[in-house]
């Protein structure tokens, strides 16, 4: 069976490994160099928390079920450190309570602790005094998606799946023998399947494909397609695992560095431009981590990103073939880092047809028939993203 899968990011590496690990002959494409999409801007925390309705919780777990068994006891890119959530508000804590109530009977472990034992978990965390309910989620990670690709792409490769790199799909062509896919360099792979892993890109997948779109574009600042991710330099902060809180998101970035996200700042990001790292947004992400981390007197950003989602235009994942392109497989997602090891050998067994039942509320049919689409609000609290 010849494959070619379009996209290397997280998910596109995962699945060309898997296919080739079933004895497919695949094609690895991508327009630019792997990884350099929205998996290269990713807050990558592996869980999940707060996802409804209940299929999406179970997709997601069954992604950060995947994650643990790939890592086994130990892998580069995997930090299943857990996860602990501060509530601020009255509001808050109901939210939060009735969160671990759901998560609990859902067998996700989840539970409410004190204030002294995040402290424990985080030495450095300077609790706020308005603090309502503090939450630990022991079993949740969070991950270096390039450290990840890298895995998966040397795998791929010790698999012999071709990589083709700076080579953008333009269109295809149904012929008696397969479909070509055709590149913008003029030059074309004949194949029997197309996976699309292009994540925020997909429309232009599909339009190729002669379909309308199924994923969001940017329309305009705090939308639901675009988010800040900070960058600090290096800190002596003692802090290995994920904080939420209603002002921000910290996680270790590496050697030392924290990524830091605020959802409520991201009501002004725009897909086109990006702020400087002394501008008032740099300084305002800097005071709020000043406020709940000691030892950060002197941190300062060394980066400052605009990340661009995949979101699909219901906000679901889309997972699945085309009935009118049989030949044409779609995948495009949020939560793509958490959904990647369980996309990857799924995704391959569905092409070698073997459904799997946890993708069958996600068909890309229900998006192909239903256009125009909903506005979908932006994630602006814990829990939301
Ligand atoms: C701010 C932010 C925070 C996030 N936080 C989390 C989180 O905490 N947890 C989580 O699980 N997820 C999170 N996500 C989502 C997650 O990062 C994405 O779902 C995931 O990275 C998508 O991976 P992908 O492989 O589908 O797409 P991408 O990484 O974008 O890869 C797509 C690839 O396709 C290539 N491509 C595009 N068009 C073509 C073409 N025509 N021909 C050839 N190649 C093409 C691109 O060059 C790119 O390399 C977050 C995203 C953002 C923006």
């Not at 160099?33 to 990713?42: A, H, K, R």
């Not at 985080?122 to 998606?145: K, W």
């Not at 600090?232 to 695992?241: F, H, M, S």
């Not at 092409?351 to 069958?360: A, I």
Request: net charge negative; aromatic share 6%.
């Amino acid at each position: 069976m010849k494959i070619a899968v379009i996209g290397a990011g997280i998910i596109g590496v995962s699945i060309a490994a898997e296919a080739a690990a079933r004895g497919a002959d695949v094609t690895l494409i991508d327009k630019d160099s792997p990884g350099s999409g929205t998996s290269s801007t990713s807050y990558a925390w592996v869980n999940s928390n707060g996802k409804e309705p209940v299929g999406y919780h179970e997709l997601n777990r069954a992604g950060l079920e995947a994650h643990h068994r790939l890592a086994g006891t130990g892998a580069d890119w995997f930090r299943p450190t857990g996860h602990i959530e501060l509530a601020a508000t009255a509001g808050h804590a109901n939210e939060l309570h009735r969160r671990l109530e759901r998560l609990g009977h859902l067998g996700y472990e989840a539970t409410s602790i004190s204030s002294s034992t995040a402290s424990e978990l985080i030495p450095d965390l300077i609790v706020p005094e308005d603090c309502t309910a503090v939450a630990h989620f022991p079993n949740e990670a969070h991950c270096y998606p390039a450290l990840y690709i890298r895995h998966q792409l040397q795998r791929a490769k010790d698999l012999g799946v071709r990589l083709r790199v700076g080579a953008a799909v333009e269109t295809f062509e149904e012929i008696a023998e397969g479909v070509n896919v055709i590149l913008r360099d003029g030059t074309s792979v004949l194949v029997d399947h197309v996976i699309s892993a292009v994540g925020r890109w997909t429309n232009d997948i599909t339009a190729a494909a002669g379909l309308g779109p199924v994923v969001t574009e940017y329309h305009e600042p705090g939308d639901v397609t675009v988010g800040y991710l900070a960058v600090t330099n290096p800190l002596p902060v003692a802090i290995d695992r994920i904080l939420t809180s209603p002002k921000l998101n910290i996680r270790p970035a590496g050697g030392g560095r924290l990524l830091l996200q605020a959802l409520d700042l991201d009501a002004t990001a725009t897909a086109d431009t990006v702020p400087a790292i002394d501008s008032d947004l740099a300084r305002e992400f800097i005071c709020r981590l000043q406020e709940i981390l000691e030892n950060t007197g002197n941190a300062h950003l060394t980066e400052l990103h605009v990340g661009i989602r995949a979101m699909p235009t219901d906000g679901r994942s889309i997972i699945g073939t085309v009935p009118s392109r049989p030949w044409l497989y779609l995948v495009a997602t949020h939560s793509g880092v958490t959904l990647a090891p369980f996309l990857g050998p799924a995704v391959a067994a569905e092409v070698f047809s073997e459904p799997e039942p946890l993708f069958d509320e996600f068909r890309p049919i229900r998006l192909l028939d239903s256009y125009p689409h909903q506005v979908l609000a932006a994630p602006r609290y814990p829990g939301q993203q």
